[in-house]
């Protein structure tokens, strides 16, 4: 299985700032994803991060939103840009490991005030 | 397009006695199918998937689902509840020449006392 570290695991911003959420994966990993969890909510895909290509957003979200970073196979970055309340969510990476399955980190809960 | 469905949003089951959580999907092709559990404060834990084989699949804590291609169902069950199994539970599929996973809205399981 993948360990995923997910920095912070919760913060509590200002309207208008931006905030960057780290995601470190114990082994190399091919495809990462970003997914959003609003309150009482399902899991909502935000994009797909693979090393050394743009991220491939999905409906409704946006790069210049939710920029994405992917230097290496095994790190990337989501930042929630301008934020503001309606972005009061849990962000959760996630990785693809071996036999098909799907691997989740424990999630940014964060706040927007 | 992939859909995944979860028509309970709370199940009660009195400890000892046996569990279903349902989940019905559409896919196009043949899907691999997934049961994730999340606890308060967690990210999702794997607990199970159908790739292909045998319909009925064992997964962790005691858990199995069965898959039935003609009603297109994947329900999650275990004989005997435990207190500790009371947890948000998602269902996901994700088609086999696809990357995304879709998951259901979730349902919460309670046992009771």
């Known amino acids: 299985s993948a360990v995923i570290s997910q920095k912070p695991s919760r913060d509590i911003c200002q309207r208008g700032t931006s905030l960057t959420i780290q995601c470190q994966v114990d082994?190399?990993?091919?495809?990462m994803f970003w997914y959003r969890q609003q309150p009482g909510q399902s899991l909502t895909l935000i994009a797909t991060a693979n090393q050394g290509s743009e991220a491939t957003y999905e409906s409704g979200f946006v790069i210049d939103k939710f920029p994405i970073s992917r230097p290496n196979l095994t790190f990337s970055t989501l930042t929630v840009s301008n934020m503001s309340p309606e972005d009061s969510s849990i962000y959760l990476c996630s990785v693809r490991g071996a036999k098909n399955i799907q691997y989740f980190g424990a999630g940014t809960r964060l706040s927007v005030l | 397009a992939q859909s995944v469905a979860q028509p309970e949003d709370q199940v009660n089951v009195a400890e000892g006695n046996p569990l279903t959580v349902k989940c019905t999907y559409s896919v196009s092709g043949n899907p691999y199918l997934f049961w994730y559990v999340q606890y308060p404060n967690r990210g999702l834990q794997f607990l199970l998937k159908?790739?292909?084989?045998?319909?009925l699949v064992k997964g962790s804590y005691g858990f199995e689902a069965e898959f039935n291609k003609s009603q297109t169902s994947f329900h999650l069950k275990k004989p005997s509840a435990l207190v500790s199994d009371s947890a948000l539970y998602f269902c996901a599929v994700r088609a086999q020449r696809d990357d995304k996973i879709i998951f259901g809205k979730g349902t919460r399981l309670h046992i009771l006392p």
């Open positions: 159908y790739i292909t084989g045998d319909n």
């Open positions: 082994s190399q990993v091919t495809m």
